[in-house]
Structure formats: structure tokens, C-alpha cells
T-cell receptor, first 110, second 114 residues
């Protein structure tokens, strides 16, 4: 079992819709959770992080964490074509290693 | 703002050749990292350095060596390149390895081993 799992996609949503990206992790000792966005041929850039159970909102992005069920999700409201990218979930586990999932490719169609 | 700078950006190697990827950061960060990214695999940690003078193995260290030359620089060396090391390599840095410290990535180095 992978430490951090994501559906590779592609996830296709129409412009203006809500995109929902999901991630599960195996280590119950995981402490911090991150979402990165990566455009093709570019390096990952941090979108947001979350430590506590519940929701965290930042503009059009909402991260949701459920430690009991070991999943973290990212909602993108009012999706735009410029949001088309690969979204990487990352988790800090015991030992302070940042471990990434394989990423989900999002396509927002005009 | 240079941030994290890595060189070279592109390199083609023959099997068995050696090379060093260079990385430097100008953010006075304590921790530095080397990741590789293969299609569908996300980023996998090769080595990291929590602070100057220390290095530790990550998930996939075999075939690589690293040197933390000083606080700014962290190099990755392939002693005898193999086709399985064809990948995109990212250097990154952060203030420290504790929870919540944002990791900043360089632009990547595309390495092909033929």
C-alpha cells in the first residue's frame, strides 16, 4: 500500500463548477497535510496546508481533513481553465519526511 | 528573487557516466532536499539535509550520493548512471523539517540516461 494515494485522473469539470480532489494516507502518525499544484513542465507550488480536523478556506480553495478516516481533500470552487494542472497531496509523517501522492490531473473545460 | 536554483536544467548521460546536480538556495533555509519525479509516481525523496553538516537517506537513495557543502548548497551525485535514473530531479529547501514549514522547489533538472 502506498503511503499517500490519489486517483491519477484525469478529473474533468466544466468551467464554474466545483472540483473535488481526494487523498488518503496510511500513517496514522501523520501530522501535517499539504496540497501542491504543478503545471506541466514546472515545479510544484504550495496551494495550502492543514493541520487540524475540519475545513480550511483560502479564496476559492477549501482543504478538508478527517484524521479518523485518514483522508484529506481539496475543493476548488468556480473552477477556471487556469486551474487545469496536476494536484499533489503531501503528508508529513513521523520522522519529518514529506511524502507525496502520485497526483491527480485536473482538466477544467471552458 | 532567485529562491532555489539548480543546474543543469537538461542533461543527457550515457550509462555508466557520472555527474553532479548542483543546487543553491538564497533564503537562509536550514533544510534542503532532493526529489525525483517519474510519471504517475509523484515526488519521491532521495536524500535530505536537515541542517548544515547532516544528510539522511530518503525513500529512494540507492545509486545517489549527496554533499551539503555549506548552508546554501546541496549537491546530488550519480556515480554510475543507469537508465532507471532517467527522471526529473527537484531540489527544495525549507526553514526546517518540522511540521508546517513550507518547502520551496527549484525549477527541476531533466536527466536522460541512454
Amino acid at each position: 500500500q502506498k503511503e499517500v494515494e490519489q486517483n491519477s485522473g484525469p478529473l474533468s469539470v466544466p468551467e464554474g463548477a466545483i472540483a473535488s480532489l481526494n487523498c488518503t494516507y496510511s500513517d496514522r502518525g501523520s501530522q501535517s497535510f499539504f496540497w501542491y499544484r504543478q503545471y506541466s513542465g514546472k515545479s510544484p507550488e504550495l496551494i495550502m496546508f492543514i493541520y487540524s480536523n475540519g475545513d480550511k478556506e483560502d479564496g476559492r480553495f477549501t482543504a478538508q481533513l478527517n484524521k479518523a478516516s485518514q483522508y484529506v481533500s481539496l475543493l476548488i470552487r468556480d473552477s477556471q481553465p487556469s486551474d487545469s494542472a496536476t494536484y499533489l497531496c503531501a503528508v508529513i509523517r513521523a520522522g519529518n519526511m514529506l511524502t507525496f501522492g502520485g497526483g491527480t490531473r485536473l482538466m477544467v473545460k471552458p | 528573487n532567485a529562491g532555489v536554483t539548480q543546474t543543469p536544467k537538461f542533461q543527457v548521460l550515457k550509462t555508466g557516466q557520472s555527474m553532479t546536480l548542483q543546487c543553491a538556495q538564497d533564503m537562509n533555509h536550514n533544510s534542503m532536499y532532493w526529489y525525483r519525479q517519474d510519471p504517475g509516481m509523484g515526488l519521491r525523496l532521495i536524500y535530505y539535509s536537515a541542517s548544515e553538516g547532516t544528510t539522511d537517506k530518503g525513500e529512494v537513495p540507492n545509486g545517489y550520493n549527496v554533499s551539503r557543502l555549506n548552508k546554501r548548497e546541496f549537491s546530488l551525485r550519480l556515480e554510475s548512471a543507469a537508465p532507471s535514473q532517467t527522471s526529473v530531479y527537484f531540489c527544495a529547501s525549507s526553514e526546517g523539517p518540522s511540521s508546517g514549514n513550507t518547502i520551496y522547489f527549484g525549477e527541476g533538472s531533466w536527466l536522460t540516461v541512454v
